[in-house]
């Protein structure tokens, strides 16, 4: 009897310790910033991002910064314009290279602002 007594006080502290764990614990929150956005850019003009990675990142919508939104949507855009998926499969870059062109403006545009954000920030 003691024994079965003390196998269930176990397990109730072994599983209350999970429900509060659980409940006391925060939603893991993903949040895109203007460096993963230029850190992907770099990694598709060089050919060494894959499709898995270009859509975990491209495909999520940016809630925070409208204007992130906006720069992803034209890389999707892009995507949809000048990309192929199974280009990466022959071996050949995502984008042809009227893309790769755009995707670099593209890049650019998001350093200078980037850059721009960061100067204002550190001024106040």
Same mark, same amino acid.
């Given at each position: 009897?003691?024994?079965?007594?003390?196998?269930? $006080? =176990?397990?109730?502290?072994?599983?209350?310790?999970?429900? @509060? #764990?659980? /409940?006391?614990?925060?939603?893991?929150?993903?949040?895109?910033?203007?460096?993963?956005?230029?850190?992907?850019? %770099?990694? $598709?003009?060089? %050919?060494? =991002?894959?499709?898995?990675?270009?859509? $975990?990142? #491209?495909?999520?919508?940016?809630?925070?910064? %409208?204007?992130?939104?906006? #720069?992803?949507?034209? $890389?999707?855009?892009?995507?949809?314009?000048?990309?192929?998926?199974?280009?990466?499969?022959?071996?050949?870059?995502?984008?042809?290279?009227?893309?790769?062109?755009?995707?670099?403006? /593209?890049?650019?545009?998001?350093? @200078?602002? @980037?850059?721009?954000?960061?100067?204002?920030?550190?001024?106040?």
């Amino acid at each position: 009897m003691a024994l079965s007594l003390l196998v269930f $006080a =176990v397990c109730l502290l072994i599983f209350g310790g999970m429900i @509060a #764990i659980l /409940l006391l614990s925060g939603t893991p929150r993903y949040r895109t910033e203007p460096h993963h956005l230029l850190a992907l850019f %770099d990694k $598709a003009l060089e %050919d060494r =991002v894959d499709e898995g990675e270009w859509n $975990a990142i #491209i495909d999520y919508p940016i809630r925070h910064d %409208d204007y992130l939104d906006s #720069i992803r949507r034209r $890389a999707r855009q892009l995507m949809e314009e000048h990309g192929r998926h199974w280009r990466k499969a022959q071996g050949r870059p995502l984008l042809d290279s009227t893309g790769r062109e755009e995707l670099a403006a /593209l890049r650019r545009h998001l350093a @200078a602002h @980037a850059d721009l954000q960061e100067r204002k920030r550190n001024e106040s």
